[in-house]
């Protein structure tokens, strides 16, 4: 409880263009997030050029955890790819491997089958209500590369965001409590 008490005290005995410093410099540092993500979308063509593997559906490829890194370029998409797609009413992205793939020759639009790799089946049934293929429109990204296990934090902090509040409580302390 010492700790707790001497920040508190030192917090009181801040001047009030302290504190305000400090509260800019954190909002610079919000901002230059903000800033390096939109330049990354830039660059790589993805509206989320980083996801994180959410399930084990993709496993022993990729696991539980993994940051994937996303890049969208006009190429088409062939088989064997691995992508990143929304779904129409889900709000979380799904990584999953592109299995079959249909151009149509009068429009030249293009149908895509994805599955997990470590599912039985294709993804038809996590498709929307009557859809049996996935769409350009529908895709991401795809995968180019990965850091293994760098998104548990992601993860830990979803399922339990009472971890997230504190940890967000106990850094903003620190930077306004901090003598530099």
Same mark, same amino acid.
């Given at each position: 409880?010492?700790?707790?008490?001497?920040?508190?005290?030192?917090?009181?005995?801040?001047?009030?263009?302290?504190?305000?410093?400090?509260?800019?410099? @954190?909002? %610079?540092?919000?901002?230059?997030?903000?800033?390096?993500?939109?330049?990354?979308?830039? #660059?790589? *063509?993805? &509206?989320? =050029?980083?996801?994180?593997?959410?399930?084990?559906?993709?496993?022993?490829?990729?696991?539980?955890?993994?940051?994937?890194? @996303?890049? %969208?370029?006009?190429?088409?998409?062939?088989?064997?790819?691995?992508?990143?797609?929304? #779904?129409? *009413?889900? &709000?979380? =992205?799904?990584?999953?491997?592109?299995?079959?793939?249909?151009?149509?020759?009068?429009?030249?639009?293009?149908?895509?089958?994805?599955?997990?790799?470590?599912?039985?089946?294709?993804?038809?049934?996590?498709?929307?209500?009557?859809?049996?293929?996935?769409?350009?429109?529908?895709?991401?990204?795809?995968?180019?590369?990965?850091?293994?296990?760098?998104?548990?934090?992601?993860?830990?902090?979803?399922?339990?965001?009472?971890?997230?509040?504190?940890?967000?409580?106990?850094?903003?302390?620190?930077?306004?409590?901090?003598?530099?």
């Amino acid at each position: 409880m010492g700790w707790l008490a001497d920040s508190l005290d030192s917090i009181r005995t801040l001047q009030i263009r302290h504190v305000l410093t400090q509260i800019v410099s @954190l909002g %610079m540092i919000v901002t230059s997030a903000l800033i390096i993500w939109k330049g990354l979308m830039c #660059v790589t *063509g993805s &509206e989320s =050029p980083v996801v994180v593997v959410l399930s084990g559906s993709m496993e022993p490829g990729f696991k539980r955890g993994d940051i994937l890194f @996303l890049h %969208m370029s006009k190429d088409p998409i062939r088989a064997g790819e691995i992508v990143v797609f929304n #779904v129409d *009413g889900r &709000e979380i =992205p799904i990584v999953h491997r592109v299995i079959k793939v249909h151009e149509r020759q009068d429009t030249g639009e293009v149908d895509i089958l994805t599955k997990g790799d470590n599912n039985f089946g294709d993804d038809r049934l996590l498709y929307a209500h009557g859809q049996l293929w996935l769409q350009r429109h529908h895709i991401m990204g795809r995968a180019v590369g990965f850091l293994p296990y760098v998104g548990w934090v992601t993860i830990i902090m979803t399922e339990k965001p009472i971890i997230k509040y504190l940890l967000i409580g106990a850094l903003g302390l620190l930077v306004i409590t901090s003598k530099e």
